[in-house]
């Protein structure tokens, strides 16, 4: 269904032009997402977990087109995105569900015109009367009643307005949904309702996600591949169970190790030291190699590339010498 | 109507009389000077109905008073409440016009130049940086005299009025123009705007109707500030002798002309038009900083 | 049992707003001794940033305490003129908010804002007030403290601003700590960091903590008791490994079996449907009823108070016979 290339993207972090040239500094280049690749089957859902400045909502804007990348390709069923994204038919296969419920949904317009927007835009129902029937019917469909059309956002929890959201993805048929931290502004008791509401609809209209969390839990929940990313790029790559059960990259493992336990077992746990590198100056080889602790000289010099380990893609020195 | 009156904005309004006090007083300014025709006492710009026998009567409280003249008369023997009514008249449509005009090309501006960003961001606020270092009093008076200089006497009385809101106007929207520039950077990296973007929605209409209806809130407060400075500024121009012609005086105007006479003891030509164009301003500046406070969640 | 360090009755937070007056939080009532930790959850909404807010009297206007009592080593705190209170929250109470940029003053270095805390609340001279200072920032895991201290706090990563404002909130050595979400801005790896660092430091220095958080697994790792709210009130308290293992609340029941499993995946959560009442619209009898699985007659018209619910106390109708 989509497939990202080698996908990089890059933003120019400079001062302006005569600051630059007053401090005799150089350009600044952030290498937000840098050389990514991944494919999702139709009806699957791949996750792209990690830290705050990975990269991971970089990722989700570049597959949906709101930033060109500046290497590689998105592959969209089959077409380059940039031709399935200039026509409307291809467009409205695609669609975003963002992190926010409160900024996700302008202020201003009834709830029935949010979701009625890409509707209109598409012409996929014609007549006043027609569209707001869809619209019930999608109000419906993600747990709300056609009555709460005629509201606006701010009468809504954020649970609710995550169902708006929803509704409105849904009301071009997309099949393929890019969900960035759709449930990470939400109650827990709340982002289990959302969870159950996705994973229905993608069963139901056998829709295809790339899910955006930095949850490892919810996203064990939803994925059927998962990609771990660090810095810029997936560190590694596997289908859920193995990589929960087992994870081979060392930093895989240091995520895991740092969520809390709610078994309360007692088990001490040793957190990774030290905190995510600047994405601006990333450390030389591989960029997880300061935290590790597997790294040794060759770690330092050498950027490793992602292997196939098992049924897993690991980008990691120690994994490939049978060191992890 | 009935969500007006249930909204924040009329509760806020009812609880501060001096807002409500100034909202009346306005009304009664707009309203005199609107329909100053049907409610004036004299027309004072009907040539035959001047008496100049009727010329420096003072006000009606005074000994030598006349009731027919509440405020006295001028050099003319014109009834000075209705050269203010007309005046005012004339002071408030400029007003508005150059504030409507200002506020028009400064939200397109900022739109534009806050949505689009790069080089013309760039070039649009350097433009509004250079509009704004100069005092506006001085950009109207250099329109008002290009003009002057450019065209011949007889077209230059006939659309003089439209020199003076044209001036007012430009000398003002830099101010719009950075305040919706502001805004509009925070809203277009909202998600709302994603959303839209994402179905693959047009720059123009996600500007218009996305973006436009959400920075609007602050419009509003700078236009009703506004409104009161670009009255004072034409009152400035007109006292200058450079704004309104002669044949529409404004409030400005009739403070210059009984400016001449407030030395020799006519002190009611001079004082009356002042205090109306006082009290007008007042009004509406205080208007302005209760919808300022109200629409600010922070002082709510 | 010793004298609790915290004590809080009974008391009401209300704010009044043009369609009528909203209480906040009706009758809290909870106990903090010393060396403990109590946690506190909820969702959004639910009162527990309210309760800590109380506590060290920094409630917004127009809010404000209509009712109760707040006791620190048995005297009263509530009452307290402004100035007196400010002293309170120096010397006997620290703070730690969710965003540490609203703890820090940005104009000056992090040690002269320690320092000067020091100086304020401890009968120490400049000097040792500054090698005191160093001090707290290597305990609490700064590299090169003596050089990191004459840095703004610009110049700190977001794991390394909480780690500057937890020395600051311990450098006047407080008897109790408030901390309301102090992992949540913070990425999992530092926040395991933060939350070992803020274990450890409560235990070697004997200092009561209330830890204010809405991720029941920062709770199960560092509290040793748990207040559940839910609509302005605290619906169960109870010993941390009751309230995760066996929760007598059909709400705190709900809340924990809606936290994802990592250790295995789950076909359909158990969510709890619908949503939190928001404060102006609270039902009548119990505030849970219409999300309650186990509701019943009573719940409908009376409201329950903590109950004695066995090895927890819990404001439920279920536990009405002990």
Not at chain 1, 250 to 276: F, H, K, N
């Amino acid at each position: 269904m989509l497939e990202a290339q080698d996908l990089a993207r890059y933003f120019d972090v400079s001062r302006p032009a005569l600051q630059r040239l007053l401090a005799r500094e150089p350009r600044r280049t952030l290498r937000a997402v840098d050389g990514v690749s991944f494919a999702i089957p139709k009806g699957q859902t791949l996750s792209l977990v990690g830290e705050s400045g990975c990269g991971k909502s970089t990722v989700a804007r570049l597959v949906v087109g709101l930033y060109p990348p500046s290497d590689g390709a998105v592959v969209f069923d089959g077409q380059p995105l940039s031709v399935a994204r200039a026509d409307p038919a291809q467009r409205q296969r695609m669609q975003m569900i963002f992190q926010d419920p409160y900024a996700s949904l302008n202020p201003r317009w009834r709830v029935r015109d949010i979701i009625a927007e890409p509707i209109r835009a598409f012409k996929l129902v014609e007549g006043k009367e027609a569209i707001l029937a869809r619209v019930g019917e999608l109000l419906t469909q993600v747990g709300l009643a056609p009555a709460d059309g005629e509201k606006f956002p701010h009468e809504f929890s954020g649970g609710q307005r995550q169902r708006i959201s929803i509704a409105r993805a849904l009301s071009s048929n997309p099949e393929f949904l890019v969900c960035d931290e759709p449930t990470s502004a939400l109650d827990v008791s709340v982002q289990a309702q959302i969870l159950n509401l996705m994973k229905e609809l993608q069963s139901r209209l056998g829709l295809t996600f790339l899910f955006i969390s930095h949850n490892l839990s919810v996203v064990r929940q939803v994925s059927d591949r998962v990609g771990v990313m660090y810095l810029g790029r997936i560190v590694e790559q596997a289908p859920a169970e193995t990589l929960f059960t087992a994870p081979r990259h060392p930093y895989t493992r240091a995520l895991m190790e740092a969520i809390p336990d709610l078994e309360m077992t007692g088990r001490a746990r040793t957190p990774v030291g030290g905190e995510v590198p600047s994405p601006i100056n990333p450390p030389s080889g591989c960029a997880f190699h300061p935290r590790c602790p597997l790294a040794n000289a060759r770690c330092k010099a050498e950027r490793p590339v992602a292997l196939a380990a098992g049924e897993s893609l690991v980008a990691c020195h120690a994994v490939e010498e049978g060191r992890g | 109507m009935r969500g007006f009156f249930d909204s924040d904005l009329w509760w806020s309004f009812t609880r501060s009389r001096i807002t409500m006090a100034s909202a009346v007083v306005a009304f009664i300014c707009i309203a005199g000077s609107a329909l100053a025709p049907l409610l004036a006492p004299h027309d004072p710009f009907d040539l035959a109905s001047l008496q100049l026998m009727d010329a420096f009567k003072p006000p009606v409280w005074t000994a030598e008073g006349d009731a027919t003249y509440p405020l006295g008369t001028d050099d003319q023997g014109r009834d000075v409440l209705s050269a203010i009514m007309y005046g005012a008249r004339v002071s408030l449509m400029v007003g508005f016009s150059a504030t409507i005009f200002a506020t028009l090309l400064g939200v397109m501006v900022g739109l534009l130049a806050g949505y689009l960003g790069g080089t013309t961001d760039a070039v649009l606020m350097r433009v509004a940086d250079i509009q704004l270092t100069f005092p506006s009093i001085l950009v109207a008076l250099l329109v008002d005299g290009i003009v002057r200089a450019a065209l011949p006497r007889e077209v230059h009385d006939q659309i003089a009025l439209f020199v003076v809101i044209f001036a007012i106007g430009i000398s003002e929207w830099p101010k719009f123009a950075r305040t919706v520039r502001g805004s509009t950077l925070v809203e277009r990296n909202k998600e709302y705007v994603l959303a839209a973007r994402v179905i693959g929605l047009g720059k123009l209409p996600i500007m218009l109707r996305h973006v436009l209806p959400n920075v609007l809130g602050p419009v509003l407060v700078i236009g009703t500030l506004n409104l009161a400075l670009a009255i004072l500024a034409e009152a400035t121009l007109s006292f200058l002798g450079v704004g309104v012609p002669p044949t529409q005086p404004s409030l400005g105007t009739l403070i210059r002309i009984g400016n001449d006479f407030l030395f020799s003891g006519e002190w009611w030509i001079t004082i009356f038009p002042g205090i109306s164009l006082i009290v007008m301003v007042l009004s509406v500046n205080l208007l302005g900083d209760w919808l300022r406070d109200a629409l600010n969640p922070k002082l709510r | 049992m010793t004298a609790p360090l915290l004590e809080v009755r009974n008391l009401r937070v209300e704010f009044p707003t043009r369609r009528g007056t909203l209480t906040a939080l009706h009758d809290v009532s909870l106990t903090i001794q010393p060396g403990e930790v109590l946690g506190m959850v909820g969702e959004s909404g639910a009162g527990k940033s309210m309760t800590g807010a109380a506590i060290i009297g920094l409630i917004e206007p127009p809010g404000r305490i209509a009712g109760g009592q707040v006791l620190l080593g048995g005297r009263r705190i509530d009452n307290l003129p402004y100035d007196q209170m400010r002293h309170v929250r120096g010397r006997q109470i620290g703070a730690i908010f969710q965003d540490p940029l609203t703890t820090l003053n940005p104009l000056y270095t992090v040690g002269r804002q320690l320092v000067e805390t020091i100086t304020t609340h401890l009968p120490l001279n400049p000097a040792q007030a500054r090698a005191r200072a160093i001090e707290w920032l290597e305990l609490v895991g700064i590299p090169a403290a003596s050089q990191r201290i004459d840095s703004y706090p610009h110049e700190f990563s977001g794991g390394m601003r909480q780690r500057v404002v937890i020395a600051l909130a311990l450098c006047a050595e407080p008897r109790l700590i408030i901390a309301d979400e102090p992992t949540t801005a913070l990425d999992v790896s530092i926040q395991a960091q933060v939350i070992a660092l803020l274990k450890r430091l409560a235990r070697e220095k004997g200092t009561a903590m209330l830890l204010v958080t809405h991720d029941m697994g920062v709770i199960a790792e560092t509290a040793d008791r748990v207040a559940v709210m839910y609509a302005g009130r605290i619906i169960e308290i109870g010993p941390v490994r009751q309230i995760v293992k066996h929760p007598r609340h059909p709400y705190t029941e709900g809340l924990m079996a809606s936290i994802p499993p990592l250790d295995r995946r789950v076909e359909r959560l158990a969510a709890i449907e619908g949503s939190m009442p928001r404060l102006s619209a609270i039902p009548p009898g119990c505030a849970y009823n219409p999300r309650c699985p186990k509701v019943f007659g009573r719940c409908l018209t009376e409201r329950p108070e903590l109950l004695d619910a066995g090895t927890t106390q819990a404001a439920c109708w279920l536990h009405a016979d002990g």
